[in-house]
């Protein structure tokens, strides 16, 4: 009894060893399976009336069927996102970049981190990147632009870009029946006094008009 004693102290010990083994090789292949997603928070910026935002980001690797064959592809969400500064548009905001990306959601606002985990956790068979940043702004306006593309494996994918002007005091949704009448008068005084620029400042921001008021070449 005394020979056998050893021996199956040492069986039980490598036993005992494979299962532990066999734990962590399970462990790493679920982590594998399954990667635990992380937002980044990244750059702080400052605006008129106290706006202050903060660019969030999230990325995760999906697999595409393309033409009978599978490609791997990156989705990505980057998020310029009003973190502080006048209530109405903060609430307006990011209302608007909740229904930009994942209209379902249903958890606080004032939790940017959620939202994004959220969405990136519907990703799976398409390429999805988006950047919703602030395309202009002013004392009076700020015009969110939602930089988007989609590739669900065709032959090319789908770009798209989503705009929205809000009054930075109220959060007011600007439309096109904020614009002023085309007529004889003079519309770039007009349109200057709307966006809140001199007239003389209007011919170095025209190319931020159609950006302010997307809706007014949708007619």
């Known amino acids: 009894m005394k020979r056998i004693l050893p021996f199956l102290l040492l069986a039980v010990m490598l036993i005992c060893s494979a299962s532990s083994d066999a734990a962590v090789q399970n462990k790493r292949r679920q982590t594998k399976s399954a990667p635990t997603q992380t937002v980044r928070a990244g750059e702080i910026r400052t605006y008129a009336d106290g706006l202050t935002t903060q660019k969030f980001t999230i990325k995760k690797n999906v697999r595409i069927l393309s033409f009978g064959s599978v490609r791997k ?99 007011r949704l600007l439309t096109n029946a904020d614009l002023p009448p085309f007529s004889k008068m003079d519309v770039p005084s007009k349109l200057a006094k709307r ?10 921001n025209l190319q931020e ?9 949708r007619r």
């Open 73 to 171: 592809a990156e989705c990505s969400l980057v998020i310029e996102y009003p973190v502080a500064g006048p209530d109405e548009f903060v609430e307006a905001a990011r209302k608007w970049i909740k229904n930009q990306v994942n209209p379902d959601y249903t958890g606080s606002l004032g939790n940017p981190k959620a939202l994004m985990l959220a969405t990136a956790k519907n990703w799976s068979d398409e390429q999805i990147t988006s950047e919703i940043f602030i395309a202009y702004s002013n004392y009076n306006i700020v015009t969110y632009c939602n930089d988007f593309y989609l590739d669900g494996g065709g032959a090319h994918g789908i770009p798209r870009q989503d705009f929205a002007t809000f009054l930075l005091g109220n959060g």
């Open 195 to 204: 966006i809140g620029c001199n007239r003389s400042d209007l011919g170095e």
């Open 209 to 217: 008009i159609p950006t302010s008021y997307p809706d007014a070449y």
